[in-house]
Each structure stands twice: as C-alpha cells, then as structure tokens.
C-alpha cells in the first residue's frame, strides 16, 4: 500500500470521528464508514472551500473544512433516514 493512501485513511478516520462527535444520533458506524465518511467529507469540503473562494482550484481542504464537509454528509444522512423511516 501506499504511504499517501495510508496517511488519507488516517486523517479520514480521524475526521469522520470529530464529525461523529460534533453530530449527535445514530450513524452508520465500523472504522471503514468512519474513515469513509472523512475522507468524503474533504472532498466536500473542498468543493464548498472552492466554491466560496477559499482555496484555488485543486487544493484540497484544510482539517476544519474536511469536517464541515463531513458534517454536511452527516446531516444529509439523517434527513434521508427520517424521510424513509
């Protein structure tokens, strides 16, 4: 495996952990949707960061931005779930 897949899935577990924590109720959890969920979450972050001119086209999101992008994931989360349930 590579040593820059291998940092990525670190801070990507460690992001979808803060966003976890910041957003209360009942998740998909494991370490892999954990890890999963941060790493998409500075994708998010990224766009949104793009979007409104913080950071230029291709750079990637900084920590507070990759768990606000987490977050947003989080919340579209539970809006899906409470529609279907």
Known sequence: MHHGII????IGL????V???LMPG???GGFIITAL?????SFVGSYLGQAIGLYQPGQ?????????GA???????HLIRRRTA
Do not use: E, H, N, R
């Not at 940092?7 to 670190?10: K, N, S, Y």
């Open 26 to 28: 009942k998740d998909p």
């Open 19 to 21: 966003a976890k924590l």
């Open 7 to 10: 940092v990525t899935l670190i």
């Open 71 to 77: 977050l947003i994931l989080l919340a579209l989360y």
């Open 14 to 17: 460690i992001i979808g952990v």
């Open 60 to 68: 990637p999101a900084g920590f507070i931005m990759s768990v606000i």
């Open 37 to 41: 969920l941060g790493i998409a979450g």
